[in-house]
């Protein structure tokens, strides 16, 4: 299994720009997440899903939207990038919602 | 909604000495309870956790300590090495069925010194 999966690993974007992180996981899980981490600072949920076609907002969703069309993915969508957005993205997954977070490698973010 | 204070936000520890990770929340129905790692330039990895049904949980050098009366845990690292330096961060959750959302800390960067 590769686990959880994200690319890009790194992107530079200038303001007002958009951009659709990608993250995907072959565990069969239900719970997938999205998390921000800036500088020095923990982990904020953007998003979660519970479940193909079931998506609800997190701590900090402005800015961002998601959609759960299959089991697998669950990708973070940037419609108008603002520099306040400039951190790095963590997609996570668990098969139940109620144990342990499978975290991908992270996405590497600029917004210039 | 939860919030989770976490201190100290850095520790230095000579190796082979403990280290201690405190963290409070503030939502009294918050029942799971974990710790990840985090080293450089890495992802999050979980390392232990906790269900409010539990005072201690211990594997091997790591173990966590909570107090629900006074809504704070604990992580303790003893006889560190030099491989445990990373940042550490708590989390709560009210791990209700088909709802579980994590809120983290804001992490402690734990450095041992050789």
């Known amino acids: 299994n590769a686990g959880v999966t994200q690319t890009p690993k790194f992107r530079i974007l200038k303001i007002g720009q958009s951009m659709t992180l990608q993250c995907t996981q072959d565990m069969n899980h239900n719970y997938m997440y999205w998390y921000r981490q800036d500088p020095g600072m923990g982990l904020k949920l953007i998003y979660y899903?519970?479940?193909?076609?079931?998506?609800d907002k997190g701590e900090v969703p402005n800015g961002y939207n998601v959609s759960r069309s299959t089991t697998e993915d669950f990708p973070l969508r940037l419609e108008l990038a603002a520099p306040s957005q400039t951190s790095v993205y963590f997609c996570?997954?668990?098969?139940?919602?109620?144990?342990?977070?499978?975290f991908g490698p992270g996405t590497r973010l600029t917004v210039l | 909604g939860e919030n989770v204070e976490q201190h100290p936000s850095t520790l230095s520890v000579q190796e082979g000495d403990s280290a201690v990770i405190k963290c409070t929340y503030s939502?009294?129905?918050?029942?799971?309870f974990p710790w990840y790692k985090q080293e450089l330039g890495k992802r999050p990895q979980l390392i232990i956790d906790?269900?409010?049904?539990?005072g201690e949980k211990k594997d091997q050098r790591i173990a966590v300590t909570l107090n629900k009366t006074a809504k704070h845990f604990s992580l303790h690292i003893t006889e560190t090495q030099p491989e445990d330096s990373a940042v550490y961060f708590c989390a709560a959750s009210k791990a209700n069925f088909g709802n579980e959302k994590l809120t983290f800390g804001t992490g402690t960067r734990l450095t041992i010194i050789p």
């Open positions: 996570a997954s668990t098969p139940s919602g109620r144990g342990e977070q499978f």
């Open positions: 906790i269900r409010s049904n539990v």
């Open positions: 939502d009294s129905a918050s029942n799971y």
């Open positions: 899903s519970v479940g193909a076609g079931i998506t």
